[in-house]
């Protein structure tokens, strides 16, 4: 499971990224960052002027997440047009915040060397004012879909702080209703599928793309937002066909 520190050192890989927030019924997003972390969580700053503030205030939620590849991060595309994904990760959190009141971030300050840089940003702009993100659920996604370092395209975690509930990654293969005949197998790319007397799905390297769900002909594997099934069996045949195409 991943710590309060391991999160916040991956989103340190990059200087800033995005945060989302509700504004009614509407998402906002901007680029800010995480000053600091402690047993209490992820710590960020705004000024008590801008909406960021307004919407932190009323909803008390918020959504982060950043991106880190080996690249600079321009976008390449291959002869048919799709897009080169160098490899990196993904990170991903969102829960609930609430203020710190100025006497609160001193006494952290006193103790702990990490709170310095927001006492001295109070210090410079008097409206700014510290929130924590002190309870959350998020994944880590490390993705190389081009499998140029490893034999698979993506590994992932969930995790959460402060108890949070969470869902684990990966769809779900029914031992009961499997007929071990081997399709999901050949329709995943992702390597996630563990054969067997029944088939199962390892949730780490799965996308929870579908193809396997869609192509199953014993209704075995649960999606986490099922289709209709007229349109299930129509997807699956075209994915299978495709599958079956790329090996002849
Ligand atoms: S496609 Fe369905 S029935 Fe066939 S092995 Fe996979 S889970 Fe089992
Ligand atoms: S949902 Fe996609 S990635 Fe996951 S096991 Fe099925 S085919 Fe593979």
Redesign the pocket.
């Known amino acids: 499971m991943m710590t309060i520190k391991d999160v916040y050192e991956r989103f340190e890989k990059l200087h800033s990224y995005s945060f989302a927030t509700l504004d009614g019924d509407y998402p906002e997003i901007r680029i800010a960052h995480f000053l600091t972390y402690d047993e209490e969580g992820l710590y960020f700053m705004t000024m008590k002027v801008k909406p960021f503030y307004e919407q932190l205030k009323r909803g008390k939620k918020i959504a982060v997440c950043a991106q880190v590849t080996k690249s600079d991060g321009a976008a390449t595309h291959d002869e048919d047009g799709l897009s080169y994904f160098p490899a990196g990760y993904n990170i991903r959190v969102s829960g609930d915040v609430r203020e710190l009141s100025t006497q609160e971030l001193y006494a952290k300050a006193k103790k702990d060397d990490r709170f310095i840089g927001c006492v001295k940003d109070l210090e410079r702009y008097p409206t700014m004012t510290t929130f924590v993100l002190h309870s959350f659920k998020g994944e880590l996604y490390d993705f190389d879909f081009e499998k140029e370092f490893r034999d698979h395209k993506i590994e992932r975690e969930r995790f959460s702080f402060n108890g949070m509930d969470f869902i684990e990654p990966g769809f779900v ?2 031992p009961a ?9 050949e329709v995943c790319t992702f390597a996630a ?1 563990i ?1 067997g007397e ?2 199962s799905i390892m949730g780490s390297h799965c996308d929870e793309c579908g193809s ?1 769900y869609s ?7 649960t999606a986490k937002a099922p289709l209709d099934e007229v349109e299930r069996k129509a997807i699956g045949k075209q994915i299978l066909a495709y599958a079956r195409s790329q090996k002849s």
């Not at 071990?180 to 197998?185: D, E, F, L, N, Q």
């Not at 192509?215 to 594997?221: E, F, K, Q, R, Y």
């Open positions: 293969i029914d209703k499997c007929i071990s005949c081997g399709i999901c197998a599928i054969p029944s088939y396997c192509a199953c002909p014993a209704t075995a594997i």
